[in-house]
């Protein structure tokens, strides 16, 4: 199946693209779908205790089991409002 | 009202999208983009559909937390000068101490839960950092 | 700025009052006239000079006691219909915590301190009675 | 001396005034030309708990002394602000 994976913020630069189309097997979980992206972009492996993953728009715990066609985003700590 | 946005916030519509002849009293928290040493500008970058989708959960668990009439909440994107308004968040109640406490709370919401991130703009080229 | 006045308050211009480049968060509370059954207006009455002079002195206690950069306070009087706004009050602080916390704190000392009364415009010309 | 005496909302529609100029002999407190006030329109009398007492447009105590030309305003309880 494949899974789209937004970037954002720092993870975006270090990755360099707002996106990726991940290709994996079904039964994959959100837990193993980050490890494989931090594994090809081992930048990120620092960001990992912060980071914060969604799937189709709603956070989501890592054990969530991926559907074909979600969406998935890596997010860096948010910090909208006024400083 | 519900909206993230590149262009300038009308503050008169904010509290205007609120009104009610049932509610006496509105809060608008206005946030805007504070001077600091070096830095002329800040970027907002958003994941939009998330955010919108998280801002409206968050309107309805205000309504239903602290018994509103009604709120708005208006957070601006893209690249913001140095004393423009970033965000607006406008809070309706029968009576004041529930839109104070929801104003408030609404606010400590965005910045935890909403996806936007903020990178500083120097007022040199060559400096560039994020913040939180 | 402080003021009393017959006129319809600008909320936009209450805001831009009290803006500053370091002052990142601004809380504008307004007052309306609610709705209530058998009401049309309220008529509100005023000792001027007192009620400028007492605002003047709750803006000054009220910057000093959170440390606002700066505190605007307008209350209208004469007859406001319902859905009117009767007083804007807009404090603006580095931070939010002060700008919440003072201006609650300031529409508490207006009720309390200001001269300033109302009376009830009922929709049938026979019934008028006071109200605190 | 003459001591101007202001009335507003319901005070005002009991004596039928926004004003009195009130007549005294020097020392008068605050206290007394309240007292006199009252005597003369005795349905303020079930106000007297609730008046507030203000001199030259600052609240005063009731022993306050008054002098030629102030400024005296009764009070009722104010009201002003939103619902």
Redo the contacts between chains.
Sequence with gaps: MRIQVRLFATYREIVGSRGLTWSARDGLTLQELVDGVVAKYPRLAGHRDTMLLAVNHDFAPSDRILQEGDEVALLPPVSGGAP | MIDVRRARID??AV?DSV?R????????????????EGVRALD????R??AI??LTALAERAKDKFGLTDVSII?RVGRIP??GD??AIACAA?H??E??AA??WV?DE??????????EIADRPDRVR???
């Excluded at chain 2, 907002?44 to 994941?47: C, L, N, S």
């Excluded at chain 2, 965005?110 to 990178?119: G, L």
Aim: hydrophobic content about 45%; some cysteine.
């Design positions: 503050l008169e509290v009104r002849n049932d509610a006496g009293a509105i809060v608008l928290f206005v946030g805007t983009v504070r001077s600091e907002y970058e958003v994941y559909p998330m989708k998280s957070h140095v004393g970033s965000v029968v004041r101490a839109a104070f104003c408030a606010m965005v910045k935890r839960i909403i996806p936007i991130w903020k990178t994020r913040r939180r």
